[in-house]
Structure formats: C-alpha cells, structure tokens
C-alpha cells in the first residue's frame, strides 16, 4: 500500500508494507509547582529541591519487550531539570517538564537540620501517619480524616502529600549520638527511604502540598519541683510499672525507649492487661531524645547473685533511675529480712536502715558500680536533673539510692513502698524531693512495724531476730490491728520506742472515704416508737488526697492563691496525716490486694491527669464523688460531725487537685501534651480496694 502524492514514506520490512511518516514538532513541555510545609503549615524555606525523572521503562517492562525482539529500546531518561529553591511561601516552581513521572528530592542534611526545629502539630490522627508497625495498636487507617494542611491544600484545589525526612531527602543526615546500622525506622521508613516523593505524569501541571513530618522524639515532661507533680505521678508512676519487664525474654523496656519514644504516629503507652496507659509526652529535636536505656539485673549475670533490677535512661533535659520491686521469692525474703543494720555515712549520718533493703542495694552497687557512676557522670556534665522512682521493694531501693544521691537533689516517687530508714535516719534525708503513693490500706506500706527494732530488740530475740520478720508480716497480712503487734512486741519487755522505723517523704493517699446516713427502710418494717423503721445506708468514693497541697496554698499569695478553692487548717490537717507514718484512715486492717502497681496505683493515677486534661469530660469516678458530696451535707446535721468533717477536709484537699498540674499547663508543650493525651485516653477501671 503506497500514500498517493507522498514520496515520504517508511517501508516495515516484515510486511512489506509503507507507512506515513508524520512530522510531530516540538513536544508538549509541562510545570509543576511544589510547596514545602510542616504539620502547622508553615513554609519550609530556602530549601534546594531537585526534580530527577523515571526511567523511561521499568526493568520489567524491558525483560518483556525483550522477549518479543525488541531490544534497542533505550530506557534511559532526559536530563534532570536544574534545582530549584523554596522562597518565603516555601514555593519553588519547575517548567519545561517532559511527561515523565519524577521524584523530589532534597538535601538530607538541610532538610533533617530544619525540620528538627519544627514541632509537631496538635491535631494529629495517628492513623494518618506513616506506617509503624506497632504492636500495640495495629495500623487501620481512617480514609474520611484530613489533617489541617490537607483540607486547605485540597480546598484550594492542591494535591496533597504526607512524608517523613526519609521519603524526601537524598542522603542519610549526620545524626547525633546515632550508632545504629539502620536509620531511625519511623523517619526512615524501610524500602521508601532516600527515594524521594513520587509525582506522576499525571499529575504533573499542578500544584502539590507537601506536608513534611518534623524530625523530632518524645520524651518525658518531668518538672525540676519540690511541690507535688500529677505529671510527674503518672509518667514515674508508668516506669516504675515498666521496671517490673521480664528484659531477658522480652525487651519491653528498650523497645518503649527505642522505638515507642521515636514512633510519632501516637504517644508513647505501656499496654498492661486489662489497661492501657498512656503517657504524658512531649516532643523534642531528634537530637535530644533518650539514649538507648541501660537494664541491669543482679541475678541474669554469669555470677548472678540475688534479684535487684533497675535500669536507667537519660536524653537532654534529665536521667531517669526505675527500681524494681518485688517481683520473685528472693525479693520476698529480701522484704522480710528487716533486721536494722546501722547505716552506711553515705546514706545518712545517723540511725537504722532496713537490713535486707541495704543488702539488696549494695549488692547493686557491688555488681554495676561503675555503670551506676555512669549517672553521676551525666549528671556533672551539665543541667539534667535526676528522677528516680519504684513501687514495692523498688521504692525503698529508690530512696536508698536517692540518700546516696541527695547532692544532686534528686526528685523521687514511690508507690506502696515499705518502711525503710529509722526515725534518727530520716533527719537527714530532708534534701530529698520524695512523694510516697498509698493506695487506701495496702499491707506493705505497713511494714515493718512502727515500733523499736532497734539492736536492743534484736538482741533480747537472740536468733529469732531475722525470723521476727515473717512474724511481723504474717501479722500485718492478716489484717489484725496495731495494738495486737504493739502487745506482740511488748512481750519483749520493751515498751520504749528509741528509734522505730519511720516513713520518709511527703505522703499521697488514694483513700476510699465513706459517709454514713439513716435512710427510711422498707415500708414492710415499722417502728414501735414512730411507726418508721431506718436503717443505716453507706456511700463511699475514692478520693486523691495530697495534703502537702495545703502548705502550697497556704504559703500562695493573690493570684496563686486564688487557684486553690480554699486553704484548711494546719493543725487539723496534720492530726489526720501525721508525718512519717501512715494515717490511720480506714480502720486498723490490712489490704494486700490494694498493692497492685498496674491494677491499683496506675489506673487511679491515669485516670485522675484524665479528669483534669479534659474538665468536660463525663467520667463514673466524678459522677460519685458529686454523690458523695451531696450525701455529706445531706447528712450533715444528723451524722457524726468528726466524720462529716473529715469528709469535708478530703473533699477540700480533691479540690485543690487542679494546682498539681500547673506546671504543665503554663507551658506551651505541656498544654499540647495534655490535648493529645485526652484524644487518645479512656477512663480506666478504678477498683475501690
């Protein structure tokens, strides 16, 4: 077939056949706009971004022309365009783009240097952000939800694109303090990282937002304060939970502090069966993140010996120290051995300590004294502060590591933690920031006794002194009274307290307060006298006491005080809460059910920091405390006026509760803290015991 009046033609060799040959011209050249913002949609400016174009077959499209005959097919695409600069709107414009897709790409460095500076936005759904791969809450995305940036780019009639500093930049930055083969996986996702942001030819003659996640960490917001802290109550509260990890099975607590604290798709959580308890989070430059933590366990050694477990954990504002409680039956026997022994200069200067505690210590220090020199270290390099916690056992290896500590002032808080130091002992730890958690009657806070263990005693006992011990605490377990101990000891012949076993620190009660009223009973039951028959009815709450609020109120002035919702009287307050002892708000008996770290202490905790991160939020644990309330003044005229006004004084001191958090709502980060942590959190289970 020949084209009449054309004599330009091509001729297919196989067939035998012409064709026309057309003359195409220039080809269509096209433009593309980018605009570089961070999660708050601020302009990324003064960026180098480079346009690199696809290849122009794939290596399988090639494979399968090759298979046909086809092998001249060259692949390789036109030059790249010049790079371009973002301006002040973050803006940077490409024209004269052939039809090929390509990918964006910016410098590594620059782009890792800019975004750490940049926080991250408020309104985040976690389920918008790259995949993380946490095993904690699978990844389900939410197609219908937009992030700011998106439905103002998408309004405009803008594509939009969400991407982390790997899927954007050309090279791995220089990061700080960084010794890991692979580059942090939630910034540098695996398989997408260095490859840059694909646009498609078909998208090209557009304008694309690029929303850029900022390369930062979270970390711990813990306050330097001698007053007492809900932030500072849940987040050492979490780790002394965390310390209790089995690490040689599972590494629990090196993947919180290596993964859970650089994954920005949600805020770090420690999952504990039934609860989820989220933590108070803040974001920092990558570069001030947690260091990988440090676990050390006296008994995993190849000398094990014993079973004292801590670990520590630094980044750029503070070192965290969690001491781990009882958790075996040689923890067990260490908390019943409570024969004094005289303490060391370096704890205190004077009176007793817990024999089996110091024993547990030392043997710590014996094993792991030149990684726990390691802290003291951080700690004379510059301004981080120390904090230190543990619940059980844990607190009294805290404290005893915090009076080792007491030059750097360490802020320590502990949960259902024994008795540790004797009443001479305690005289001089008063350096110590220390906040000591009961939950209602718990039995080991109870031990050992209030009363003279000095040697005196041990030494009337002869060998029986260590065995004493169990004897106490079988005592307290079962819940008899004081004065049945009192008697117990008093058959020794001693009834002179010369040095008893005292509390340190400033008490926080998590007390279950009751109201008793008289209320009409069955109208089936009739009274001689009146011809109504009354029985009486109980109503009870848990209440979160922290009497040392008091204090603060009271020595708050104008406008501080007017945060408080009124100041109680001293003396009375210190009648109810006596110093260095626990209050006997409850009756005589003991709990041990009430010692729970994860099923007793956390939940109340979390869900308090809940209560007053959303004020607005419908919570049971509210709904009974304005019954409560109610019932008290009800009631008032008719009930025990010593009970009626106990309950006032608790109320009063739940009140004041808002002050405790202060701290954190007067900075910019901590009121975004506590914004994300009210988006993510439910009211946990609080059980009364």
Known sequence: MTAAADNT?????SHKMKYKEVPCGKQLRHWLELQFVDEDNHPVSGMKVQL????????AELALWARGGHTQFDSTPPPNPPAGVTDSQGLVRFDGLYWIAVDVKTDGQQLADEMEQRPLSIRR???????SNNIFRPETRDIT????????????????????IGELGDRLPEIEGWTEPQPPKFHFPPGRSLKGTEIAREALDKRHVIEICPFRAWVLPLHDTKAYDLANALNLGIMADLVYAAEANNPTIDYFFRQKCQDLSCIPQLAEYPNYFHTLAVDVPFRERYQPPLYLNTGKEAQGEGDTRLFTVECASHVLVAWCGTDSLLNVLTDLSFAPK???PELAGAGNVHGGFLNAYLLAKRKFGDKLSGVEESLAKGSKKLFVCGHSLGGALALLYAAEMKVSQPVLYTFGMPRTFTRAAIASLGGITHYRHVNDNDTITQIPPDADLDNVFYEKWGPLGD???FDWSLTTAAGLSVAVRDLTYQSAGLTEKKDPYWHHGSTVIFFRAQQCAMRAASPYQKSPIDGQAYARHFVATKLYVVPSLNEECLKSTGEHQAAFIQCLNPASLAKTFPQNTNPALNGTGTDPRSHSMAH?????????????????RDMHRKEMRVMFREEVEKGATYSNQDEVERNREFLALQDMLPVALRRTQAEETGKNALLRFAAVTEEEVELSQ
């Open 145 to 164: 939800w937009r992030s700011d940036v998106q439905e103002k780019a998408e309004a405009a009639g803008y594509i939009h694109h969400y991407v982390t």
């Open 600 to 616: 007793r202490y956390l939940p109340y905790i979390h869900n308090q920091v809940l209560e007053l991160a959303d004020p607005a």
């Open 52 to 59: 690199e174009y696809h290849p122009l077959a794939t290596a």
């Open 342 to 344: 005289r303490c060391l």
């Open 125 to 131: 759904n976690p389920n918008s952000q790259p995949v």
């Open 9 to 13: 033609t091509v001729t297919c060799l």
């Open 467 to 469: 065995k004493l011990g």
